[in-house]
């Protein structure tokens, strides 16, 4: 009888046809182990780990004689993975497999097979305007998979070759600007096309209405496939605990400094402030949000607090918090909000308070909701991590201000007869820093920076060839994050010039779009160490981590968007926001003052 050879040279990992985990047994107790995503990302049997076969029992010795292995042949050349498996006992043709295709794109590993993916396995987890994302019931990893516009669908190669950009992107550039454990560049995968179809069809009637204009890509079969960082568990003593996750999309933390800018008001009020009474008047918003990302991103802990009360009364799509990877609060889509907080409170309550010694009511829900501000705040001003990026020179921000004048938080200050801002700076290593190193790099506003893009255009039509060459659709490999760290101003009238301050621009764009996510575990005393980073409460101990994604690289074509959609933010604010102001705003700052952006550890 034929066996397949343990020492076999083959790329190809066996499968067994069949699992013999028992119903309701978890991943952690069939594999004795869980997926360790302190690392880049998991090997394969990290994610999907052979099932364990049981000894026959009669005769033990012989077990593999009873329970053969299937032989795979490795797959010929030429054809698609679909029909890369073993000829048929007749010798006509090639007998057809459903396969799992992990291919090595983040870092070599070996593939896998699968007899048959089950659709029942994996739900709705969420999408934006490029990619959706399923999740599986069980186990901490979710698929992402592209969506393009109905009967606009890519090829095989080019879903391919545009997963393999995001990848490159995330291992090569972003981790070198946030460091190794925030960035989860994932791996591309390929599932069988009966597998992707079955779950497009399970997941549609989740799908919010106003995300059904494009469709997922049920063609080409490859995706990514990433840890679930809503239910990421960082420590083995945490693995049958429950997860609470906190997701923070900040935007841009900085008013533009730069001399391009044409309008005073944009070195008075973020951009975060002012758009947001343009979505209120175009009607995506029922009322403006109070948060302003200077406040969270000031390092000062009551600046930040009161950033953080602001995201939890008007969330919008700039807070989601998930219990055990379910959304407990926050926006699914644009119009289904979650938003009660006496109802956030009773899923909170047994983290913080596990005693269940605190009454109900007004102040139960107001306490609760003070320690999980205090909670992030410290989370997000913690040092997890180092990044090359950090020896980098940095931006020039002295020149720029630390508060916004629309703040709610500045109102606040006149109100009660104060007229001076504190910025106490974020820590060097925390990744709200990063962030704001990576935001910075636009030095030269979208006003500034739209002449260079036109340079670039131009040249481009000149030589249409030269794409390519300027890496501006890729690859995006440490060549290209060399050529981030040109920070000069001085424009030589160069097309190279031009190109490298565009370049920065969309990873500037890239990191004002990103999301925080925060993933917090209850722990007691005896099983905190100094290598676990803890916050403490009042009445509980949390082991976190922290993570960044939606690191996707900007377009190149979206640059003009970008700048028609300046010009109609503030043209609005200056016409319909400004001119109502109370006049007692314009004595809250006197441009004498002393308001810089300081950037250093305290």
Not at 18 to 24: A, D
Not at 59 to 72: G, I, K, L, M, S
Not at 538 to 565: C, G, N
Request: aromatic share 8%.
């Amino acid at each position: 009888m034929r066996r397949a050879s343990a020492a076999s040279s083959s790329p190809t990992h066996v499968v067994p046809k069949t699992t013999h985990r028992t119903e309701g047994e978890t991943f952690a107790e069939q594999s004795g182990t869980i997926p360790s995503f302190n690392r880049p990302f998991p090997e394969a049997e990290d994610i999907f780990p052979p099932p364990v076969r049981p000894p026959c029992p009669a005769r033990p010795w012989r077990r593999r004689r009873r329970c053969p292995a299937v032989r795979w042949r490795p797959r010929r050349a030429g054809l698609p993975a679909a029909e890369g498996g073993r000829r048929s006992r007749d010798g006509g043709g090639v007998r057809r497999r459903r396969r799992w295709l992990l291919l090595p794109s983040a870092r070599p590993g070996p593939g896998m097979e699968v007899e048959k993916m089950d659709e029942n396995e994996w739900k709705y987890h969420g999408e934006g305007n490029q990619s959706l994302v399923v999740s599986h019931c069980q186990r901490c990893v979710v698929l992402r998979f592209l969506k393009s516009p109905p009967n606009q669908n890519k090829t095989p190669e080019e879903i391919l070759h545009h997963l393999q950009n995001i990848v490159d992107f995330g291992k090569h550039v972003m981790k070198q600007f946030f460091g190794e454990n925030y960035v989860h560049h994932g791996e591309i995968i390929q599932l069988p096309l009966d597998f992707v179809r079955q779950l497009c069809l399970k997941i549609q009637p989740e799908r919010p209405e106003c995300r059904c204009d494009k469709d997922m890509d049920t063609l080409s079969g490859y995706a990514m496939c990433l840890p679930n960082l809503t239910r990421l568990q960082t420590f083995r003593f945490a693995e049958h605990r429950p997860i609470l996750c906190i997701e923070i999309k900040p935007k841009c933390g900085f008013i533009p400094f730069s001399s391009h800018v044409s309008q005073e008001i944009k070195h008075k009020v973020c951009r975060y402030c002012m758009h947001q009474h343009l979505k209120v008047a175009n009607g995506k918003w029922k009322r403006p949000s109070k948060y302003c990302p200077l406040d969270l991103f000031s390092g000062n802990k009551q600046r930040m607090h009161f950033a953080l009360k602001s995201l939890l009364q008007e969330a919008q799509n700039n807070l989601k918090i998930f219990k055990n990877g379910e959304l407990i609060y926050g926006c699914k889509d644009d119009q289904d909000c979650v938003s009660d907080w006496n109802e956030l409170a009773r899923h909170l309550k047994p983290f913080f308070f596990p005693s269940n010694g605190l009454v109900s009511g007004p102040h139960c829900t107001r306490t609760i909701v003070k320690e999980l501000i205090h909670v992030i705040t410290m989370a997000l001003l913690s040092s997890t991590d180092t990044c090359r990026a950090g020896d980098m020179k940095t931006v020039p921000i002295s020149q720029g201000r630390s508060y916004c004048e629309a703040s709610a938080f500045n109102k606040e200050l006149v109100r009660n007869g104060k007229h001076k801002l504190e910025s106490s700076g974020l820590p060097r290593g925390c990744l709200l820093y990063k962030t704001l190193q990576a935001q910075m790099l636009d030095m030269l506003d979208i006003e500034g920076l739209y002449p260079l893009y036109s340079r670039v255009e131009q040249y481009l039509e000149e030589f249409p060839e030269e794409r390519s060459t300027l890496q501006i659709d890729g690859p995006y490999n440490e060549a290209f994050y060399e050529k981030l760290l040109d920070l000069s101003l001085e424009d030589d009238g160069t097309v190279a010039f031009a190109l490298t301050k565009v370049q920065q621009y969309r990873i500037a764009m890239t990191a004002k779009d990103c999301s925080i996510m925060i993933a917090l575990s209850t722990c007691l005393q005896d099983e905190c160490s100094e290598q676990r980073p803890v916050v403490l409460t009042s009445k509980s101990r949390f082991t976190f981590s922290v993570s960044v994604l939606d690191l996707d690289l900007k377009p190149y074509e979206s640059i003009p968007h970008q700048y028609k959609l300046d010009g109609e933010i503030v043209n609005y604010y200056l016409k319909n926001v400004q001119a109502k102001d109370d006049p007692v705003m314009s004595n809250l700052f006197k441009e004498n003052e002393d308001c810089t952006l300081v950037l250093h550890k305290v």
